[in-house]
């Protein structure tokens, strides 16, 4: 059964602090996302990354960054923690040249920041 | 002005009732269409893709109406087990990247 994990399902922070999301599928694709959800607002996109040490942002990169340095985990990276990135973290894979509009999501991780 | 717009809802029906969702998008360029069904704190997994033609996958007809910039899920015979969250995808251009979520119709399907 094919699968995308992230590790943490949910988490609390502080205002400042660093966060680390992790993310690893197992069906060897070759592209990989990281979105936010929120009420009101649906799925918008914060990065995605097309290859090992590639990223591209998306439509919200402010206050995000991300590594790829193995083609199955992409990690997002909150270097100072806010209270506005109190959200649900979604992370993505598809295969390239596939139906573009098939992803594949984790389960989320939910993200307190206090 | 959002992308992708759809009635949040949330629309309760009795069991066996048929159910429609409309969805718009605003770019008229727009390569291809989706619907994503997503389970209360679940993540999101494809429903069915929405092709020109229109297509269906038992229960569920999804339609594409391009002059009119919308699309539309259907389901018949609904069962309890059909009360989630129906997200509308719009892809506007080649390439997952270009995907645009809708905010989600909620269905609560009721014995």
């Known amino acids: 059964d094919v699968k995308v994990t992230q590790s943490s399902r949910y988490l609390v922070k502080r205002t400042g602090e660093k966060v680390f999301l992790e993310c690893v599928q197992d069906m060897d694709h070759e592209n990989m996302f990281w979105y936010r959800q929120d009420p009101g607002l649906g799925l918008r996109l914060i990065y995605f990354s097309y290859d090992v040490k590639m990223k591209e942002k998306g439509d919200i990169p402010e206050g995000y960054s991300v590594s790829r340095e193995k083609k199955e985990r992409f990690s997002l990276i909150l270097e100072s923690a806010s209270t506005n990135q109190t959200s649900m973290y979604l992370c993505a894979s598809s295969l390239a040249g596939g139906d573009a509009g098939e992803l594949f999501f984790g389960e989320g991780s939910r993200l307190t920041v206090l | 002005r959002k992308e992708v717009e759809q009635d949040p809802g949330p629309f309760n029906v009795p069991e066996g009732a048929t159910v429609a969702f409309n969805c718009t998008y605003s770019?008229?360029?727009?390569?291809?269409f989706f619907w994503y069904r997503q389970d209360c704190r679940k993540e999101p997994k494809l429903l069915m893709s929405v092709y020109s033609s229109g297509n269906e996958d038992g229960r569920f007809t999804a339609q594409l109406n391009r002059a009119s910039q919308y699309i539309s899920l259907l389901i018949r015979d609904s069962k309890l087990s059909d009360s989630a969250t129906y997200l509308c995808v719009v892809n506007e251009q080649t390439g997952a990247n270009n995907l645009f979520f809708g905010t989600g119709t909620r269905l609560t399907v009721i014995p």
């Open positions: 770019n008229s360029a727009s390569q291809s």
